[in-house]
């Protein structure tokens, strides 16, 4: 990934971590809490392909296992939205460019019910007894439904910022090869004015040359080299 679209997934993880605990959480709405983190992966995935998604899912899953208070397995969540951030990618649509919102939508049904089965797969796998007593069915039904409540306003803003960043940065590189090929050409025609210059000299040494042997007719005289007393010949 790109510094620049390492900054701005860790910026838009971070912002949306804190909203879901500080906030989403603390309204003890029935069933599952909004899941905000999943969004903001679902949002960077459909922008930046299934390795960034996967990336990106993989720290924001990690991030929110690490974040209080959380009473999970530390890399169940992680793993999870790494999967999801992986396939939401392969979805990609050309360009970014989403035609119509239906596409994004049943992405976003589709993430929050396989999100909801894989965490309770994994509990499983992993022995976590921490949403035991709680209805599978209930979740899923409530995770899809404030998913789809939330999509239309976060995943449409975060494909936004996601976009424009590729685009400064596509600009920048465009920038940078037009100038260096501007400081090649200048260099170039740097190059021929000296080139043009030493042959110019090189045509003055030969005409003084042919002035001084052909036009007079003499032979240009010899240079008399003399031994210098106290060096050594080596």
Known sequence: MHVNRLLLAASLVVVALVIQVSVLARLHLPGAVPDLMLLVVLGLALVYGHTGGA???????????LAPPADHAVGRYALVLAVIGYFAGLVKPEKGQVRSA???????????????????????????SSARGVGL????????????????????????????????????????????AA??????????????GRGGRRGRGLIGRQKGGVFTGKAPSKVKVSKIKGVKRL
Do not use: H, N, Q
């Not at 400081?183 to 043009?196: F, H, I, P, Q």
């Open 102 to 128: 239906a596409g994004p939508m049943v992405v976003v049904a589709v993430a929050a019910i396989c999100s909801t089965l894989l965490y309770a797969g994994v509990g499983a796998l992993v022995s976590d």
């Open 183 to 196: 400081g090649d050409s200048a260099y170039r025609w740097l190059a021929a004015g000296t080139a043009s």
């Open 55 to 65: 990336l990106v899912g993989f720290g924001a899953g990690l991030l929110a296992d």
């Open 137 to 180: 069915g209930g979740l899923i039904f409530s995770s899809t439904l404030y998913d789809l409540l939330l999509a239309p306003f976060v995943v449409p803003a975060i494909m936004a910022l996601a976009r424009k960043a590729e685009r400064e940065v596509v600009a920048d590189g465009t920038e940078g090869t037009a100038g260096s």
